[in-house]
């Protein structure tokens, strides 16, 4: 089965070059003191522009890259606007992800996403449920997914589950978290700590610690119990 991995980016990322803070520091120097020289021959007017440019250069004397930095502190190789990502299983549509911001760390092989969308879809293209999140953490060679913050997966059909971190499984096709995880559906509403499923949430199972609270047919609720 043929897996095939595409970045579409609407904006690319815009080469830069590093210079040292000492390289800076002469440059800014050496402007300086020429700027000094033509001080003392050129017109008032001119005076005026020269003294904002010292002003202007000083100000950049000391600015550092700004980048976020990864897990390990490093800047990223390169940062991208409105990112998105295609993952597709023989022409069709398995996943497609989208991010306001991404962050591309080559040593590590990852993508680490800020205001993140995915889409699932189902084999025959029609999309089955979306998941979002605040952070996003993309592994380039296994296609794995870390969804961090606010984790939301909301179904087509209604289905809503929720957690603070969700990890999905690009081979297995499964979303799975350790952590403590609320599924709504129809009114019910089951709540447990570990959870496994797929990203349509027709599949799913919980640890432990897992907890319902029910909906009878006239709407009111049944007093939550222990399932396990």
Same mark, same amino acid.
């Given at each position: 089965? #043929? ?6 980016? *609407? ?23 020429? *700027? +000094? +020289? ?39 190789? #390169? ?10 299983? #023989? ?14 760390? =080559? ?20 999309? $089955? ?10 592994? #380039? $060679? $296994?296609?794995?997914?870390?969804? +961090? ?10 289905? +809503?589950?929720? $957690? =603070? ?64």
């Amino acid at each position: 089965m #043929q897996r095939l991995w595409h970045t579409a980016c *609407l904006r690319a990322p815009v080469p830069f070059a590093s210079v040292g803070l000492d390289a800076m520091d002469r440059v800014l120097s050496d402007a300086q003191a020429t *700027l +000094r +020289r033509r001080i003392g021959t050129a017109p008032p007017a001119r005076l005026a522009a020269l003294a904002c440019l010292l002003v202007a250069l000083a100000g950049c004397g000391r600015q550092r890259a700004m980048g976020p930095a990864g897990a390990t502190g490093e800047l990223p190789d #390169q940062e991208v606007r409105d990112f998105a990502l295609t993952e597709t299983d #023989q022409g069709n549509p398995e996943w497609k992800l989208y991010a306001r911001y991404a962050a591309i760390y =080559d040593a590590r092989n990852v993508i680490i996403a800020r205001a993140v969308r995915v889409d699932f879809y189902d084999a025959q293209g029609k999309k $089955t449920s979306e998941l979002t999140a605040r952070e996003g953490e993309i592994d #380039q $060679t $296994t296609r794995n997914m870390i969804a +961090r913050g606010d984790v939301v997966l909301q179904t087509t059909e209604g289905t +809503r589950m929720s $957690t =603070d971190q969700l990890q999905y499984l690009n081979q297995k096709q499964k979303v799975i978290s350790d952590r403590l995880v609320r599924v709504e559906r129809e009114g019910d509403v089951l709540t447990g700590v570990g959870f496994e499923s797929d990203p349509e949430l027709k599949h799913f199972e919980f640890k432990r610690k897992v907890q319902a609270v029910v909906r009878t047919r006239s709407g009111g609720p049944i007093a939550p119990e222990n399932t396990r």
